[in-house]
């Protein structure tokens, strides 16, 4: 098997490291600053990187595709980080190759492909044609770091080749923590049920703007009608696996912390110093939720105003 990774300036997206450990280590990077991007992926276990720098008008996915597929013919088994980009590349790839495509994988063999339906309440495992192209769900896998790998770099060749009418990119904004997925979210803010009524969400959505952090919830607070089922981290909502991860009145029951990938930072504030998330979280403060809510946004808004101060 074969990942491949759609590289931005040398940034390779959420998961792409999953998809890496799923195929081994063997991968194919492909955009700008891929010789950088290989070498984030060094802690993938045995990461041998093939690298195709597409630069230019940036991320095309038809333009990419037929630059990529190529490449591929003789590796059966395909691979991508189910990311933005790894979305719209997938379905491209697999008609290429006249393939058939397992999109919302979590685990991926070359003769097993497990899959989430409904909304991840739902296990399907099939048995995939001999060949096949696949999208693998970020924060379900996980990765074991290699410290002081290095990776084995090839870089290939890249013929240009006409492209099928293909959307143009007018310009690359910067992700809005407010409607971001919560899959791709770098920083995540969750309300649980230790909050004490919903004036309690729009506080805690000003605490994310100001550390442009996005929020999740618990079922018990989705279900309460407080926050979207849209923004709902666990078993039945939405996988995640953010650099960092605050909660606030979360007890850390199994449906939610399922959905936990494997944050880089968790904090956890909660009056129980003996519940699951507590336990699972590298800074627990043992405290009234409500209150620290209350005490950080005032504390926030003084050090914005103390910048503005000085500016």
Do not use: K
Not at 74 to 92: F, I, M, N, Q
Not at 110 to 137: C, I, K
Not at 229 to 245: E, K
């Amino acid at each position: 098997m074969i990942a491949v990774v759609v590289v931005r300036d040398g940034e390779v997206p959420q998961g792409a490291d999953e998809a890496v450990a799923e195929c081994g280590g063997r991968v194919l990077l492909a955009g700008s600053g891929t010789a950088a991007a290989a070498q984030s992926l060094a802690a993938s276990p045995a990461c041998q990187a093939y690298l195709l720098e597409l630069d230019g008008a940036g991320f095309q996915p038809a333009r990419f595709a037929a630059a990529i597929a190529p490449h591929l013919t003789a590796e059966p088994h395909v691979v991508l980080p189910a990311s933005a980009d790894g979305r719209d590349l997938a379905p491209r790839l697999a008609a290429l190759l006249r393939r058939p495509l397992h999109a919302g994988a979590i685990a991926i063999t070359p003769s097993r492909v497990d899959l989430t339906r409904n909304g991840g309440t739902e296990l399907h495992r099939v048995t995939p044609a001999p060949e096949f192209v696949a999208t693998l769900l970020p924060g379900v896998r996980g990765v074991t770091p290699c410290p002081g790998a290095e990776p084995t770099v090839r870089v290939l060749a890249h013929e240009p080749a006409v492209a099928a009418a293909d959307a143009t990119v007018v310009a690359v904004l910067p992700p809005d923590p407010a409607t971001i997925d919560l899959s791709e979210a770098p920083r995540i803010v969750a309300a649980g049920a230790g909050l004490d009524g919903p004036e309690r969400i729009p506080q805690l959505t000003r605490i994310g703007q100001a550390i442009g952090a996005s929020m999740g919830a618990t079922r018990v607070v989705t279900d309460r009608g407080w926050v979207p089922h849209a923004r709902q981290i666990g078993t039945t909502g939405v996988v995640v696996d953010p650099q960092l991860y605050l909660a606030f009145g979360i007890s850390g029951a199994v449906q939610h912390t399922s959905g936990l990938g494997n944050p880089a930072h968790t904090i956890s504030v909660n009056t129980d110093a003996h519940c699951p998330m507590m336990q699972m979280a590298d800074l627990a403060i043992v405290a009234d939720a409500n209150e620290t809510l209350a005490h950080l946004e005032q504390l926030l808004a003084d050090l914005q105003g103390n910048a503005g101060d000085a500016a």
